[in-house]
């Protein structure tokens, strides 16, 4: 599979082919089980993408979550009262499973302390 400045010289010598015959002769080809072809139109449009210099932010920190959604940073009780922080929260946080926190309840507030840490240990 082509990529960088290799994939945008080949893009470019191919000049109007179709789609499928573009991506095919960059290698963004895999087989099938049953010995068919697939063309890996993502896996293509995201190195074109690369290439051209522009970042999508894949990974999960930053601000983006799942799917390269922003994060809402709000968080909804849900119906069986549960209160769930998502993975790309606790990613960003570096936290790690079996990591414990203190609940410290307020007034209409919840505020998860590390346990171990301050109230006052706050970036």
Not at 10 to 31: E, I
Not at 105 to 122: A, F, M, T, Y
């Amino acid at each position: 599979m082509l990529t960088g400045s290799d994939l945008l010289a080949k893009v470019k010598d191919l000049g109007d082919v179709s789609k499928s015959d573009l991506v095919r002769a960059c290698g963004y080809v895999s087989t099938k089980k049953d010995g068919g072809e697939r063309l890996n139109f993502t896996a293509f449009y995201e190195a074109l993408l690369e290439a051209k210099g522009v970042n999508l932010g894949i990974g999960g920190v930053g601000g983006i979550g799942k799917g390269g959604r922003k994060l809402s940073y709000v968080a909804t009780v849900q119906g069986n009262g549960n209160l769930l922080v998502g993975k790309a929260y606790t990613a960003m946080l570096e936290l790690q499973p079996g990591d414990e926190f203190d609940i410290k309840l307020g007034s209409k507030q919840i505020r998860l302390v590390p346990v171990g840490g301050s109230d006052e240990d706050e970036e």
